[in-house]
């Protein structure tokens, strides 16, 4: 048991920041020697990973589970902040409980926490009192007065049952959370009885007040809709040990060990993944200086409007070079700083500031900077983010205005890792990475998009590390580690012996997925999982294969429509189905119908305009209107269906009527030309489609989940917006709950369900969605490899443990934290 004094207790202290009030502990926890140094950047770096927020003005910092060697013996400091700090957005701290657990000894202490936070007269003493024994006593639990005598029995529960807590430490934090997590996925009400306290099953502060210790007994009791399920499902979470010493790091599945060094090391947040070795340096952008008056307002507005569109010309070209490198979605960002950048009212407002006698620059900087602190001043967190973006958008500018040719960042001509406070989407864009090896800023996140520029890269990069970085001295040989968020920047030689091996051992393993691309996504628990491709044209369809591909799950055939004036012949939709059925020599090929409108437009169709294309005639409901297309394209379909495996999957399917319509157009030309039976599918990408899974089970043999349009449908953003885009994350909750639904409702009518877009191809979104019971996935041909490695990698159990964390979550980047 841990012996708390005085010497551990803060009181009346100040904070400005959150990073500050860290500190402030750490610093106490240091001085009662409890944990080295390095574990206090170990618990800032943590903070920049997951909120320790406990509730009701109390937080509970701690340091990252692979610094635990810095921890010298199990401490707690308490620091009392009586003004309060801001910790998150809504979210004020006014006592600062730092943890360095070492063993379990500290957990009495947490769960005697847990008794104060719906107490709110307790926590206004603690954060008010001049008595350090008054703090010592409730964390002690002293005087906690006694549960009471009896409790609700299991009167009105439809199910019960009584389990053992074998997890080493009994119900702590960590099983607590995996409790929590497993009940909240059910619609069940659930309690848990421990002697005569009661607790309610969904809430983590709740369970952690039951105090239960190892090898005790509870009674898990649940009513209400899929009670019987959430107790099975609740009984296999305690007999798998509630994920006890693994639950922080279950689901991260290393593809090798985890570089450890003897070195020591300065933790960030790992940005992109890979290994670097290189000499440091500091990127600092080239100092802009200019007069503050100019004498002539009209020629500095035209020198304004000049550098706007100088500026507006270069994000094009970078948009372009970057969409033809990496992709549309990583030069989306690009797209959203033209929008900033052609803000009528922002201009303007830069204008207006030149007259009688500022400089364009002096206006222009003006005008960024009040804009940019508009927004750090929402409580949005998305939007108060976008200053980066403005204040990027604004520098551009400002070099056209000031900066001579040539006077750009000047970044050396041999491999280093780089150095900075933070580096915007464009200074990344930039970057050679036969140059750039690396980089570490001392700001940022995983989820920036200089993160994502980062990863299209293939650069190596390690955000949020602290501003220590910045008095690094260049030169100097350094290792970054992008996967676990580490820099290194006095390696031994026995250091980068090791890190040069670290590097050979992940080249060897990519060599290794692509050599083992062939064998099946069996997981170790013996179940399979489908893994095929998209394509887009016949050509596609031997690379597939070529990559591992079991088949094709998703055809475009829109290849056939687009960049023509007329539309294709029978015979040349019959010819090109036919080359793909060849290659593919008997493995399935999912043919797509015509998926035209929304984001797809056809001249030569003569569609009307319409003021949201994505909610109009699009999918299916052009094929409807214009059956000569469909029809033509069906008799191609089943031509070709006489000589390989094929399926027919219509697109864009809302309404059961649309569903039935587009059959009876396939059965009526099935029946003219004698055609093959085929298996019939649809895609769910609207959010009607899920809440009537059960009701096109019984019409379909199969559903394929476009989780691009089921995503923007769900959450209202265009996933092709400038600013909206990076918030359309597939692995939001809601569209994982989506998901999860079609695959209860299949399962009604023993229906299976395929997931075709962009979620399946990352690897996190593969094993969640196996988890969830999707049992086919069609990804990009180049995901293929790594995909099936990671899926062959780990059990059912564990992908099914996972899919319920995610689904527990509340945001996108909780499920990637996961």
């Avoid at 900075?420 to 700001?443: H, K, M, N, Q, V």
Wanted: hydrophobic share 45%; net charge negative.
């Amino acid at each position: 048991m841990i012996n708390l004094t005085p010497g551990d207790i803060q009181l009346k202290a100040r904070a400005h920041s959150k990073p500050e009030a860290i500190r402030l502990a750490g610093e106490r926890l240091l001085a009662t020697g409890h944990i080295q140094p390095g574990y206090v950047e170990s618990m800032l770096a943590r903070e920049a990973q997951a909120n320790t927020y406990l509730g009701n003005g109390i937080a509970i910092p701690h340091g990252q589970p692979q610094q635990r060697e810095l921890i010298l013996s199990t401490g707690i400091a308490v620091v009392q902040l009586p003004a309060g700090v801001d910790w998150n957005p809504g979210e004020t701290v006014r006592l600062v409980v730092a943890i360095a657990a070492k063993s379990d000894e500290h957990l009495q202490i947490l769960t005697n926490l847990t008794h104060v936070l719906d107490d709110p007269a307790t926590v206004e003493r603690l954060v008010t009192t001049d008595d350090p024994q008054l703090i010592i006593d409730q964390l002690m639990g002293q005087g906690r007065p006694a549960p009471p005598a009896s409790a609700p029995d299991t009167d009105g529960f439809d199910h019960y049952a009584d389990v053992i807590i074998d997890a080493p430490t009994g119900l702590h934090a960590r099983p607590a959370s995996v409790f929590a997590d497993v009940a909240k996925s059910f619609q069940a009400e659930v309690q848990v009885r421990y002697g005569d306290q009661v607790a309610n099953g969904k809430s983590l502060m709740s369970l952690l007040k039951l105090g239960v210790e190892k090898d005790a007994q509870v009674r898990l009791m649940t009513r209400g809709q899929d009670a019987a399920q959430a107790l099975t499902a609740l009984q296999q979470a305690v007999a798998a040990g509630l994920e006890e010493e693994a639950a922080e790091a279950t689901w991260v599945i290393p593809e090798v060990p985890p570089l450890t060094l003897g070195s020591q090391g300065i933790a960030g947040v790992a940005a992109s993944p890979g290994l670097a070795i290189a000499p440091l340096h500091h990127f600092r952008r080239t100092q802009l200086d200019f007069a503050k008056t100019a004498s002539d307002p009209e020629a500095e507005q035209g020198r304004l409007q000049a550098a706007i569109a100088t500026a507006d010309q270069a994000l094009a070209d970078l948009y372009t070079t970057v969409k033809a490198r990496s992709g549309q979605a990583e030069a989306a960002i690009f797209q959203a700083h033209r929008q900033f950048l052609a803000d009528p009212e922002l201009q303007q407002a830069a204008l207006d500031r030149i007259p009688p006698h500022h400089s364009a620059p002096w206006a222009w900087q003006q005008t960024i900077e009040a804009r940019a602190q508009e927004l750090e001043a929402l409580a949005d967190p998305v939007l108060s983010g976008r200053a980066a973006d403005v204040r990027d958008v604004g520098q551009r500018v400002l070099t056209a205005l000031v900066a001579p040719a040539g006077t750009d960042q000047q970044l050396p001509d041999h491999p280093v890792i780089l150095l900075a406070d933070d580096l915007a989407p464009s200074d990344t864009a930039g970057l050679d990475p036969e140059r750039i090896l690396g980089f570490c800023t001392a700001a940022g996140g995983a989820t920036s998009h200089t993160a994502i520029m980062a990863r299209s890269l293939n650069i190596p990069a390690v955000a949020g590390a602290g501003p220590a970085i910045l008095d690094l001295a260049p030169g100097q040989t350094a290792i970054l580690d992008g996967d676990s968020g580490q820099l290194y920047p006095q390696p031994t030689a026995a250091d980068i012996a090791q890190a040069r091996q670290a590097q050979t051992e992940r080249a060897a393993l990519r060599d290794v997925e692509h050599h083992r691309r062939f064998q099946p996504a069996l997981t170790t628990d013996g179940h399979r999982i489908e893994v095929v491709a998209n394509i887009g044209g016949p050509e596609e369809a031997a690379l597939a294969i070529a990559a591992g591909a079991e088949g094709v799950g998703l055809l475009r055939t829109e290849f056939l429509f687009l960049n023509r004036s007329t539309p294709p012949s029978e015979t040349e939709q019959i010819r090109a189905l036919q080359q793909m059925t060849q290659a593919l020599n008997g493995l399935p090929l999912i043919v797509r119908t015509l998926d035209i409108g929304g984001d797809k437009q056809v001249p030569y169709l003569n569609q009307p305009p319409e003021e949201n294309p994505f909610l109009g005639i699009r999918g299916v409901r052009l094929c409807l209107q214009r059956t000569d297309l469909f029809e033509t394209q069906l008799r191609a379909i089943l031509q070709a269906a006489h000589q390989g495996y094929i399926r027919v999957m219509f697109p864009m399917i809302a309404t059961l009527e649309d569903l039935r319509a587009a059959k009876a157009v396939l059965a009526s030309v099935r029946d003219a030309i004698a055609g093959p039976p085929v298996e019939i599918g649809m895609m769910v990408e609207v959010p009607s489609a899920v809440l009537l899974a059960a009701e096109f089970a019984q019409e379909v043999d199969f559903f394929s989940v476009g989780t691009n349009d089921l995503t923007q449908y769900l959450l209202a953003m265009d996933r092709g917006h400038p600013t909206l885009a990076k918030q359309a994350d597939a692995l939001h909750p809601a569209v994982l709950r989506a998901i999860h639904q079609t695959v209860q409702g299949a399962a009604t009518a023993g229906k299976w369900v395929g997931v075709c877009g962009g979620l399946a191809g990352d690897p996190l979104g593969a094993s969640i969605l196996a988890g969830l019971g999707v049992q086919e996935l069609s990804l990009d041909v180049p995901s293929i490899p790594q995909v099936k490695a990671r899926l062959r990698s780990t059990s059912m159990a564990n992908l099914r443990r996972l899919a319920q964390q995610a689904l527990a979550c509340g945001t996108a980047e909780e499920v990637r934290q996961l």
